[in-house]
């Protein structure tokens, strides 16, 4: 093959790992990936923090990483951050009311994630018969596209072993606003499911597990449904609060929390996977040294389905979406900051 037609067919070398929230930002909107993945970009107000409902998921599994014994230290860590949204309060730079909104929203789902970690730490324990090897793993390695190593990294909630059977399983956590069957819909196809069997393998290798050349065996995945119900005056304390949640899921049974095992039945890169993974690289290497050419190369979300979330968030990058790249260096100026390496842990 000549090296003219080689060049055709290859994949550019990526300049960013691929991560699960960049591979789906590729899907569904190039120009949230420009923005977040390849820029770097990161509204400057709140930072880093766990805000509103969106940030219920993020406490959740903060919760869950850290267990019973160290739910004082998230306690600290969310009070110091609702202190930051107050203190922007205090400061008078909240006119029109919705950092006060915003911090009660931030307090009333920090006590649902207490609540819905207490239920599944107390009442939905693994098995006796699985040792969880690893929590919080971050994993890098490399996926060989179109005669490319493309890098692809991420972090796996758990990764745990049968002692029975010695096979390995990825777990995770998920809440969901609906019916946990709903939310289960599809999951063994996604891009977290195959991906987190593509890190949990090399995690694998690394740690010299057993038939790690075979990779992880499935996933068991537990489901938790945001609980409909929220700390009030009628709870004494928090843990009244929990009582009351633990109830409710007790009424609700297998539709508002319940553990799934998948069993990974095909190929590590089935060729829709390797499709998506192929463009996201595309994406990752494109040119974008100016914003001029960002905008022509990386085209916004015309179905608009990304621009907002369930959780009645608008995209972080809305304002930009709807001015003039001319404005772009002053709006990025006035209201973000490029996220350095050390901030994305
Ligand atoms: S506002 Fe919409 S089009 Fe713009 S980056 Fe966000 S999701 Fe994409």
Known sequence: MSTESR???????????????????????????LFRYLKGLVPRQFKGMNIGASGLGSWFHRLMEAGPSGVAEVDAEFVGQLRQIRQTIAEGSDLLGQHDYLADETETNYRKARAMAAVLWNEHPLSGR????????????????????????????QIIMDRQSGCV??????????????????YHYSVQCRLYRVLARQWMQDNEIPGWQDGPRGFILTIAQTPAIKYC?????????????????????????????????????????????????????????????????????????????????????????????????????????????????
């Open 233 to 345: 005056s009628k709870d004494r304390d928090l843990d009244a609060y929990i009582e009351r949640v633990s109830r409710w899921y007790q009424d609700k049974g297998t539709s508002a929390v319940r553990r799934f095992d998948i069993d990974y039945a095909e190929p590590l890169l089935p060729e829709d996977f390797r499709l998506v993974l192929t463009t996201a690289a595309a994406y990752a290497s494109m040119p974008c040294n100016t914003f001029k050419v960002g905008a022509a190369l990386f085209p916004r979300d015309l179905t608009g389905a990304t621009c907002s979330t369930r959780w009645n968030r608008v995209c972080d990058y809305y304002p930009l979406c709807c001015s003039a790249v001319a404005s772009w260096p002053h709006r990025i100026n006035e209201a973000y900051d490029y996220q350095t390496e050390e901030d994305s842990g």
């Open 130 to 157: 699985l040792d969880v090897l690893a929590r919080e793993e971050h994993v890098s390695t490399t996926l060989e596209l179109n005669g490319e190593q493309v890098p692809v990294e991420g972090t796996v909630d």
């Open 169 to 186: 399983y990825v777990g995770d956590f998920k809440t969901s606003s609906r019916d946990v069957e709903f939310t289960l819909t599809g």
């Open 7 to 33: 060049n055709k067919t290859r994949t550019p070398q990526p300049h960013v790992a691929l991560r699960q929230s960049s591979i789906k930002a590729a899907m569904h909107c190039p120009r949230l990936f």
